[in-house]
Every structure is written in structure tokens, then in C-alpha cells.
């Protein structure tokens, strides 16, 4: 009984942390390596996420998403190659399990 008290606590815990961190991340505008970045997280689906990049640089840029997923494994989105001027958008999903996106960023290839 003791262990069934103690195994329901440690869940209650688990519920009660896993509430407490960030469900979204907040929209984030940035400009690094040429790219004007805003990172997102979706309305409906607290564990589906990316960022948006606009080329500001001559040539054209190579970038992916890095999502990270609280006590899931982080995901990589898409590779994506923007133009010059144009805009592109790298994205990726969490694992169920997930705790939410505690952060979103981005890497130039």
C-alpha cells in the first residue's frame, strides 16, 4: 500500500512539473548570418513548431530548425534553402509524451 501511495505521489509530481514549464514558446524575431528569423509555436498543437526566415543576404542560405522538446528528444526540422528575399519556414513535432517546447531556434547549414 505504502508503495502505491508513494508510486501516486511521484506521478501527481510528474503532472505538476510537467504543467509548470513553458507549453509555447513565445514568438522570437532575430537576425543572424543574413536570415530574419521568427520562431512559432502552433495554436492547436502545443508540440508542433519552427521558425520562418527571410534571406536578406545575395545568395542563397541553407538553414534548418532546432526544437527543443522538454523531456522528449529535441527534433531537427527540414532542411530548408531560401533565396534571396524570399521567405521559408523549417518546422517539426515533439513526442506525445513531450513536456511542450521549452525553446526554438535555428541553424544555418
Not at 72 to 84: E, I, M, W
Request: charged share 10%; proline share 6%; hydrophobic share 40%.
Amino acid at each position: 500500500m505504502k508503495i502505491r501511495a508513494a508510486v501516486l505521489s511521484l506521478a501527481t509530481a510528474l503532472v505538476a512539473v510537467g504543467t509548470a514549464l513553458p507549453a509555447s514558446a513565445a514568438p522570437v524575431e532575430s537576425v543572424r548570418s543574413g536570415l530574419d528569423c521568427t520562431t512559432w509555436v502552433h495554436n492547436n498543437d502545443p508540440l508542433y513548431g519552427g521558425v520562418d526566415c527571410r534571406n536578406n543576404t545575395g545568395g542563397p542560405v541553407t538553414f534548418h530548425a532546432n526544437i527543443v522538446c522538454g523531456w522528449a528528444p529535441d527534433v531537427t526540422g527540414n532542411s530548408v534553402t531560401v533565396q534571396p528575399g524570399r521567405v521559408g519556414e523549417s518546422s517539426g513535432h515533439c513526442a506525445f509524451y513531450s513536456t511542450g517546447i521549452g525553446g526554438i531556434g535555428w541553424t544555418v547549414e
